[in-house]
């Protein structure tokens, strides 16, 4: 069920969307396609889809050239930021409409659709309109009715995007056990870097139609390509023309030696269990952040003066200059 994609290329008018991509997505894997908006993660998507076509290159799914096929013989199944549900059709019906168009027999599609809503834990919804769920159970319908069909590949854009912060957390945790469960090759769209890092076995990162970089989550963080991917996942600040992340700049209110950098807290910010720093080195204002019980201990306060050193080993790539 691997998605193999080669020198794919896109552009809409005087805008390149795609240029030569070339990736491969492996078999049962969930992989998210990260990257900012407008960088070319959901055009590739849908021409995997079939929903786009590319200017050049190929697609081939389950090691068929599937480049020139329609939508409907790719056997993917494509779930929407916004649900696209049938209004006056119930919970139940929305799920089986796929089923129904394929003109399977009648006691198969209510076997089917009876094992998916279980799976989505909407099995007690089966009778309800779409307008009488919330938004998460919506899109767990929507997830339902793509899987009705037994798709070879599953396709999400965005499947969380329109919801609040709480919803989205729960479902990412539900599609990684749904996923565990089902072992379809799933493809997902994302711009949150923390739902790619906490969902996805693989992630592509894409900017500007290229992929900047491929790989697990935890090899993109701890071991990013370049400064683009070091900085998308996850904050960053610099210190001595190199970036380096903030949780990873050691605090010291006594010099340490070995070459720790001497600065003056200018601003503190409580969020939660974490403390956000302010420190002016030199002529940076230098971010780093502590827990709340190291920052009592150490007596954070403005105006303090401390020391910065990195963690050893914590990942640091040349500070980009500017073109000129």
């Known amino acids: 069920m691997s998605i193999e994609v080669t020198g794919i290329s896109k552009r809409f008018g005087d805008f390149v969307a795609l240029d ?18 407008g960088g070319g993660k959901s055009t590739l998507l849908r021409i995997i889809a079939g929903l786009e076509s590319a200017d ?23 779930v929407f930021q916004h649900y696209a549900a049938f209004k006056h059709l119930s919970v139940a019906r929305n799920v089986a409409f796929g089923l129904e168009i394929r003109k399977r027999p009648k006691d198969e599609i209510a076997a089917r659709v009876k094992e998916l809503l279980e799976l989505v834990h909407l099995d007690q919804f089966a009778d309800r309109l779409p307008a009488q769920l919330s938004g998460g159970q919506r899109q767990r319908m929507a997830l339902a009715r793509a899987l009705a069909v037994e798709p070879s590949v599953l396709l999400l854009d965005e499947p969380f995007g329109a919801l609040d912060a709480k919803v989205r957390k729960e ?11 089902v072992h379809v090759t799933t493809v997902f769209v994302t711009h949150d870097q923390e739902e790619a890092l906490e969902v996805s076995d ?31 996942l996850g904050p960053v600040t610099s210190l001595g023309g190199r970036l380096i992340r903030p949780h990873d ?38 971010q780093s952040v502590l827990t709340r019980s190291d ?3 150490l007596g954070i306060t403005e105006g303090l003066e401390v020391w910065l050193r990195p ?14």
């Open 20 to 37: 030569d991509v070339s990736v491969h997505l492996p078999t049962g894997q969930l992989t998210a396609l990260l990257g900012p908006s």
């Open 56 to 78: 050049s290159g190929t697609v081939e799914i389950e090691g068929k050239d599937a480049t020139h096929l329609t939508p409907q013989k790719r056997n993917v199944g494509f």
């Open 171 to 181: 479902l990412r945790e539900w599609l990684r056990r749904l996923h565990d469960e």
């Open 202 to 232: 693989e992630i592509v990162v894409i900017n500007q139609g290229r992929i900047e970089q491929v790989g697990s989550p935890d090899v993109l963080y701890d071991e990013p390509a370049n400064d683009f991917v070091m900085s998308f």
């Open 249 to 286: 700049l050691h605090v010291y209110v006594d010099d340490p030696g070995g070459g720790a950098s001497r600065g003056v807290i200018t601003r503190t910010l409580r969020v939660g269990f974490e403390v956000r720093l302010d420190v002016q080195v030199g002529d940076d204002s230098v």
């Open 295 to 297: 920052a009592v201990q």
């Open 311 to 324: 963690t050893v080993g914590a990942p640091t790539i040349a500070v980009p200059v500017p073109s000129a």
